[in-house]
């Protein structure tokens, strides 16, 4: 059974890869995913903040009494709520380069354009294989424009791009007015892959305090509808390599987000739930629902159920919403007759 994929221009061993996440903090944790069959991995974010407060600092320690950003001391979230800085960060790459066979690929978190982008070479650098350019932040600006958000996203990608001769993959939302355009417009800026989605975690209330709190929830099965209804309607038209992240928990989910065309799948929540032996569970789960249906390779069944490939490609749209209206509202009436 062959369940090698091409991603982003990596042959990997297979579709399966843990995601960005605290796993990939500690060394034994990422030889023990490489032992359960990870593809390649990829590390956890460094995030534009932990670059510009480090510049920032630097740039304090070396004017003394100027305070040239004293305002700006105050955006930026103290130095020690990160686990590893910059410096420790590209160090990282290094060691687990050394400790792995399967391809490293770094992950830089970022909002705006900037220098802190050139940290996109140091990866390279550093040992890694490709990057993961992950555009977080919220168009919660009145003045500024959709377009204007996503050319945000263009101008970071092409200072990325710029740096570094490694594959670089943008790990985007599905918060823009229309999501295929704006991925159109990354694949032609020159990004090698697109993961589809982000989980943008949401922050609460405490009534007590009064303040705004973190809140950490994993994500299930669910999620992965959303994923696989722009992969299938995305996979036939888009060149760049597409990897699914977000609501992969089971073999199915991996069978359904390759049916759907992605060549990679990212594993994150279900590894944090199970723990990194999940992988190996997933890959067995993926070989023997091939061969029982008379898969020999991934890439024969990638995107077999894609808006070109599927039978009705309607229900991947409008049609879909509409039918499911009908029989819910329906299914409700009889209920209330009886």
Avoid at 175 to 180: L, R
Avoid at 254 to 275: N, P, W, Y
Avoid at 283 to 308: C, D, P, T
Wanted: hydrophobic share 40%; proline share 4%; glycine share 8%.
């Amino acid at each position: 059974m062959d369940l090698s994929t091409d991603y982003i221009g990596l042959k990997l061993k297979s579709p399966l890869m843990p995601g960005a996440s605290p796993l990939s903090e500690d060394l034994e944790e990422i030889k023990r995913l490489e032992e359960a069959g990870a593809s390649a991995v990829i590390l956890h974010s460094l995030f534009e903040e932990q670059i510009l407060q480090e510049q920032l600092a630097m740039h304090s320690h070396m004017d003394g009494p100027a305070e040239s950003f004293g305002e700006a001391t105050s955006y930026f979230p103290n130095l020690p709520d990160f686990r590893i800085g910059p410096e420790e960060y590209l160090e990282h790459i290094q060691r687990v380069k050394d400790a792995v066979t399967v391809p490293v690929i770094a992950s830089l978190n970022g909002s705006t354009a900037g220098g802190w982008t050139d940290y996109a070479r140091r990866m390279e650098e550093a040992g890694a294989s490709a990057l993961e350019l992950n555009l977080f932040f919220l168009g919660a600006s009145l003045e500024e424009t959709g377009e204007q958000v996503e050319q945000r996203c263009i101008e970071i990608l092409n200072q990325v791009k710029q740096s570094v001769s490694i594959p670089v993959a943008v790990k985007i939302g599905p918060y823009f007015s229309s999501t295929a355009n704006a991925i159109y417009r990354l694949e032609s800026a020159g990004a090698d892959g697109i993961v589809i989605f982000n989980r943008f975690y949401q922050p609460d209330i405490d009534v007590g305090s009064l303040d705004v709190v973190p809140r950490l929830e994993l994500s299930t099965s669910e999620e992965l509808r959303l994923r696989l209804r722009w992969l299938a309607l995305l996979s036939h038209k888009i060149k760049a390599s597409l990897a699914v992240t977000g609501g992969v928990h089971t073999a199915e989910d991996v069978v359904k987000s390759i049916m759907a065309g992605a060549d990679a799948v990212q594993v994150v929540s279900a590894l944090l739930q199970k723990g990194t032996g999940h992988l190996k569970t997933l890959a067995e789960g993926l070989a023997r629902w091939m061969e029982q249906h008379g898969y020999e390779s991934v890439r024969e069944m990638r995107g077999v159920i894609n808006f070109k490939s599927v039978p009705d490609p309607d229900a991947l749209t409008r049609a879909n919403y509409m039918q499911m209206l009908k029989g819910a509202f329906q299914s409700r009436a009889d209920r209330s007759e009886e």
